[in-house]
C-alpha cells in the first residue's frame, strides 16, 4: 500500500535557523515524490518535485530510498515561509497523488 | 488563465440536504481529480477523470457521494443526502496528462458545513 508519513503536525522554529520537514513514505516500487504548500488564504501549488532536483525559494529535498524519505530543507528560514506543507506520493505509472496529513511551518520573528 | 474555478467557496447547509459542488478546470487540461480534506484524515483522493472518464472513484465513500464530468470544461460532485460527517473542504485540481508526467493545479476549495 502507498502511504505517506509527516510526523510533525506543527514545526516552529526562527527566523534565520534551518528547518527540515520531515517525510517518510511506504512504496514498493520507484515513486515520484512531491511536496506541496499551501500559503494563508491561497490554493495549493506545487513547491517541488524530486524528478526536477531543483530549490525552489531556497527549499531543497533529497529522494532517499534507503530511508524512503523525502525530507524538506532550508538552510535559513524566513517569515513568509510560514505555510502548510503537503508531502506527496504517485506511484510508477500513476496519477494518483497520496498525501500526508501536512504540517504547519511557523517562522517566528 | 484564472486557474481551476471551483464554486461555491462556502456552503452551508442542513443534514439531509443535496449539495452539488462545481469545477472547472484550467483550459487544455484533459485529467481532473476531487479531494476531501479532513483534520482527521488529511487530503484524501475522491476520484479522478482522464478525458472526461471516470478512471478511478475508489476514494468515494458512499453511494452518497457522485460525480460527474459532462465535458472537458466542468465537473461536479454531488452529496446526496448529506451528513454532517461531510464536512470538509472539496479540492478540485486539474492535469495535463502526457506520459504519466502532469503537474496538478488546484483550486481555491469548497469549504462545506453540514448542520
Known amino acids: 500500500a502507498q502511504r505517506v508519513t509527516q510526523p510533525e503536525k506543527l514545526l516552529s522554529v526562527f527566523k534565520g535557523a534551518p528547518v527540515e520537514l520531515k517525510c517518510n513514505y511506504s512504496y514498493s516500487g520507484s515513486p515520484e515524490l512531491f511536496w506541496y504548500v499551501q500559503y494563508s488564504r491561497q490554493r495549493l501549488q506545487l513547491l517541488l518535485r524530486h524528478i526536477s532536483r531543483e530549490s525552489i525559494k531556497g527549499f531543497t529535498a533529497d529522494l532517499n530510498k534507503g530511508e524512503t524519505s523525502f525530507h524538506l530543507k532550508k538552510p535559513f528560514a524566513q517569515e513568509e515561509d510560514s505555510a502548510m506543507y503537503y508531502c506527496?506520493?504517485?506511484?510508477?505509472?500513476?496519477?494518483?497523488?497520496?498525501f500526508g496529513q501536512g504540517t504547519r511551518l511557523t517562522i517566528n520573528p | 488563465d484564472a486557474g481551476v474555478i471551483q464554486s461555491p467557496r462556502h456552503e452551508v447547509t442542513e443534514m439531509g440536504q443535496e449539495v452539488t459542488l462545481r469545477c472547472k478546470p484550467i483550459s487544455g487540461h484533459n485529467s481532473l481529480f476531487w479531494y476531501r480534506q479532513t483534520m482527521m484524515r488529511g487530503l484524501e483522493l475522491l476520484i479522478y477523470?482522464?478525458?472526461?472518464?471516470?478512471?478511478?472513484d475508489s476514494g468515494m465513500p458512499e453511494d452518497r457521494f457522485s460525480a460527474k464530468m459532462p465535458n472537458a470544461s466542468f465537473s461536479t460532485l454531488k452529496i446526496q443526502p448529506s451528513e454532517p460527517r461531510d464536512s470538509a473542504v472539496y479540492f478540485c485540481?486539474?492535469?495535463?496528462?502526457?506520459?504519466?508526467?502532469?503537474?496538478?493545479?488546484f483550486g481555491p476549495g469548497t469549504r462545506l458545513l453540514v448542520l
Open positions: 477523470f482522464n478525458n472526461n472518464v471516470p478512471i478511478d
Open positions: 506527496a506520493l504517485k506511484g510508477q505509472g500513476a496519477q494518483k497523488l497520496v
Open positions: 485540481a486539474s492535469s495535463l496528462r502526457q506520459g504519466g508526467l502532469g503537474t496538478q493545479y
